[in-house]
């Protein structure tokens, strides 16, 4: 109670607060330096000078001394009766730590005197200050009570008629508090709903990588079934394709991706902006709260995904292997669960090949035109541009082939359907919608893919050995390099309404085999 009793004697009767930088008045009143300064300034207008505290009137303006003692009595007691946050800790009326301080009596209050007040008055109440300076207007003084929507800015009466501010939207300082406070939390429910979402993505991120490695383990199992039934012949083989597996298997499990650390890092920043903006509605002054800097509201959409389980390349693998094998393996295929079709029945379709086209007597192998026409019957089905067809229709299942081209001349393998134009630019494998094919260039010396009449560079895939993987109800049209190891080249996507055919396109002096 002495530290409160002392506390009302320490104030300056201007600011109701602890003096700050005392100074007393030949009258012997004591004011805070700033404040009576301030005073002065407005008396300065009359000519009259007179002391706040007891109107004793000065001729001139009086000069200012520093009370030495008085600034030494106020930093002790400073040092003994602050909160931790600096704050004076007593009620205006001496009674009790103070509990709120009102804006407009600019007085602070503890919690008893604080009822009391409150059913004389209607109080705008804040947090405990030393100093309601924050609440003035440092131009006109007066309690700041509008808010500025143009310029964002509060502003006293005086202010309100400044032409500055003319034609402007103002509203009550509270107002505008509550208006940012309701933004601010609309934004939290919006971070929530991000943040669920985004978890639900990395949850489900996570179900498909762990539905990959399963994949990988399965796919493991019958690759050691497969080549189970014929190990002494096979070991090289099968270690081969289960190296492959190993690599994908491995890559995959080592992950934590970069999908996955960059949701980690949105979920993060996510929290962060929550607590931040959540700290931030908590403030009940609305003018420290109108203060604070605004946050961005703009949520961008997070893509992600997860390297998929190569399945193709590991067919293809596997398929290389079991392609030089006897031809008992088919079987073997089969009961490993390797639905696959091979070039084992694989033939050229005569009736389809352009007259300049020469054929292998085995019907495996078409060699470019010498512009020797051999003596052909003409079929709807025949090509005059240099190309042919195999007998195959494939309109459903897996399959695999491998095609070897000579290194002198143009040449193009891919698939087509049979109802392409056979004659003219358009009927030529990848010139049309209706093939899609790997050609190679001899005068660029380059290999690239082609459907539509587009073209895609395979730079620096200089190969004249290819795989191909066709999946017809998965639409998926795949290329590889036969090197060591087995590089893929490019894939088509594409949903397959008509029969395919292989299809080989021959230049002068070029000769394409189906191997196996």
């Known amino acids: 109670m002495a530290s409160a009793g002392l506390s009302g004697e320490l104030k300056c009767s201007i600011c109701l607060s602890i003096y700050t930088n005392p100074v007393m008045l030949t009258c012997g009143h004591n004011f805070c330096e700033d404040c009576i300064d301030n005073a002065l300034d407005r008396q300065r207008r009359s000519g009259i000078y007179t002391c706040p505290e007891c109107r004793n009137q000065f001729k001139s303006r009086p000069v200012l001394q520093k009370n030495l003692k008085l600034s030494n009595i106020v930093e002790h007691y400073l040092s003994t009766c602050q909160s931790p946050h600096g704050e004076e800790?007593?009620?205006?009326?001496g009674v009790a730590c103070q509990a709120q301080t009102c804006v407009h009596c600019e007085?602070?209050?503890?919690c008893l005197n604080l009822d009391k007040h409150g059913q004389s008055s209607n109080p705008v109440l804040s947090d405990p200050a030393s100093s309601l300076k924050p609440h003035k207007c440092p131009d006109h003084k007066e309690l700041l009570k509008?808010?500025?929507?143009?310029?964002?800015?509060?502003?006293?009466?005086?202010?309100?008629?400044?032409?500055?501010?003319?034609?402007?939207?103002?509203?009550?300082?509270?107002?505008?508090?509550?208006?940012?406070?309701?933004?601010l939390c609309d934004?939290?429910?919006?971070?929530?709903?991000?943040?669920?979402?985004?978890?639900?993505?990395?949850?489900?991120?996570?179900?498909?990588?762990?539905?990959?490695?399963?994949?990988?383990?399965?796919?493991?199992?019958?690759?050691?079934?497969?080549?189970?039934?014929?190990r002494e012949q096979l070991n090289n083989l099968e270690n081969e394709v289960l190296a492959e597996i190993n690599q994908q298997e491995k890559a995959i499990s080592r992950q934590r991706s970069p999908e996955v650390q960059k949701i980690d890092t949105?979920?993060?920043?996510?929290?962060?902006?929550?607590?931040?903006?959540?700290?931030?509605?908590?403030?009940?002054?609305?003018?420290?709260?109108?203060?604070?800097?605004?946050?961005?509201?703009d949520l961008q959409p997070i893509q992600v995904g997860v390297d998929n389980l190569d399945e193709e390349m590991i067919t293809v693998t596997i398929m290389s292997a079991l392609s030089r094998l006897i031809e008992g393996i088919p079987s073997v295929k089969n009961e490993c669960g390797f639905h696959i079709e091979d070039s084992f029945d694989l033939i050229l379709n005569v009736n389809t090949a352009d007259p300049t086209i020469a054929l292998s007597y085995n019907l495996k192998e078409a060699s470019g035109p010498y512009y020797k026409h051999r003596v052909r019957p003409h079929f709807p089905e025949r090509?005059?541009?240099?190309?042919?067809?195999?007998?195959?229709?494939?309109?459903s299942g897996k399959h695999y082939w491998e095609i070897k081209a000579s290194e002198d001349g143009d040449w193009s393998v891919g698939v087509t359907y049979n109802s392409v134009r056979k004659s003219g630019y358009c009927s030529q494998l990848g010139k049309n919608d209706k093939s899609w094919c790997i050609s190679w260039s001899d005068l660029w010396d380059q290999l690239y893919a082609e459907h539509d009449d587009e073209q895609e560079d395979l730079f620096p895939h200089l190969t004249h050995e290819l795989g191909i993987y066709l999946d017809y109800e998965g639409?998926?049209?795949?290329?590889?390099?036969?090197?060591?190891?087995?590089?893929?080249?490019?894939?088509?996507?594409?949903?397959?309404?008509?029969?395919?055919?292989?299809?080989?396109?021959?230049?002068?002096?070029?000769a394409i085999k189906i191997c196996r």
Do not use: W
């Open 266 to 297: 949105e979920i993060s920043a996510l929290y962060k902006r929550k607590i931040q903006i959540q700290q931030t509605c908590k403030i009940a002054d609305h003018l420290t709260l109108l203060k604070q800097d605004d946050f961005d509201t």
């Open 107 to 110: 007085t602070s209050f503890c």
């Open 187 to 230: 934004f939290v429910k919006k971070l929530t709903v991000r943040t669920e979402e985004t978890e639900n993505i990395r949850c489900k991120v996570e179900n498909f990588k762990k539905h990959m490695l399963e994949k990988a383990y399965v796919m493991k199992d019958r690759v050691v079934d497969l080549f189970g039934g014929i």
């Open 146 to 183: 509008y808010f500025c929507i143009q310029d964002s800015s509060p502003l006293c009466t005086r202010c309100t008629m400044n032409v500055k501010h003319k034609g402007h939207d103002l509203e009550l300082l509270s107002e505008a508090g509550d208006k940012k406070r309701l933004r």
């Open 89 to 93: 800790s007593f009620c205006t009326y």
């Open 475 to 510: 639409g998926i049209v795949a290329f590889y390099a036969l090197f060591n190891p087995i590089e893929h080249l490019h894939t088509f996507y594409h949903f397959f309404t008509q029969p395919l055919h292989l299809g080989m396109y021959a230049d002068m002096g070029t």
């Open 383 to 395: 090509f005059y541009s240099q190309q042919v067809l195999s007998t195959k229709k494939i309109t």
